[in-house]
């Protein structure tokens, strides 16, 4: 069946880490996204990218990076320039017409 | 102002109720998205829009393009109905409402 994977679903680090959030998806799409989300607010857009080798920074870019070798691959980088890390990172990909979603990843930093 | 606002932001009814819930946005949009978020963060796709009306099962999502607004309606509610609901503008991006938590009594 074709997807979004994200591993893992729980991430637990030390502050001061950087932590890299996995994503993969096997639908062909060519448009990835990186999305946080915190308690009481909207989804946030961090990252994007419409093809392979290139990507745009969203609204909140600042601590984090992306990168994006592969179609199938875009994995996000929370730095430890991230002020805030502890949140629900949703990555998902997109064609005219679809829009899909990863499970997800709730990281927390201790 | 949210470019995206959703309401109600929290909805309680019985089980076999009929449920609206609303949403208006302020940017030109070339779509719109009903999503669907269960308890554990997983977001599910329930419709994309960019006129009229979409039915699936017992889900039906409207969009007024003039008046920059759409409704999700649930028919005959049930309980496994009780997740966030969440409305998504689409531009060269989506911009999503905050949501809204649908709790479905038996």
């Known amino acids: 069946d074709g997807g979004i994977t994200q591993s893992p679903k729980y991430l637990f680090r030390k502050e001061g880490q950087n932590v890299t959030l996995s994503c993969e998806q096997n639908l062909n799409h060519d448009a990835m996204y990186w999305y946080r989300q915190d308690p009481g607010q909207g989804l946030r857009l961090i990252y994007y990218s419409q093809i392979v080798n290139d990507f745009q920074k969203g609204d909140i870019a600042e601590g984090y990076s992306v990168s994006r070798e592969k179609k199938e691959s875009f994995p996000l980088t929370v730095t430890s320039a991230q002020k805030n890390p502890t949140a629900f990172y949703l990555c998902?990909?997109?064609?005219?017409?679809?829009?899909?979603f990863g499970p997800g990843t709730r990281l927390t930093v201790l | 102002k949210n470019e995206v606002e959703q309401s109600p932001q929290n909805l309680t009814a019985q089980e076999g109720e009929f449920i609206t819930i609303n949403c208006s946005y302020s940017?030109?949009?070339?779509?719109l998205h009903w999503l669907q978020q269960h308890p554990g963060g997983g977001i599910v796709s329930l419709f994309m829009?960019?006129?009229g009306k979409k039915k699936h099962g017992r889900l039906i999502a409207t969009i007024n393009i003039q008046e920059k607004h759409s409704s999700l309606h649930i028919t005959a509610s049930h309980p496994r109905d009780s997740a966030v609901y969440i409305c998504a503008a689409y531009t060269n991006k989506l911009i999503f409402g905050t949501g809204t938590l649908l709790a479905v009594q038996p």
């Open positions: 829009l960019s006129s």
């Open positions: 940017v030109g949009i070339s779509a």
């Open positions: 998902a990909s997109r064609t005219p017409g679809e829009q899909f």
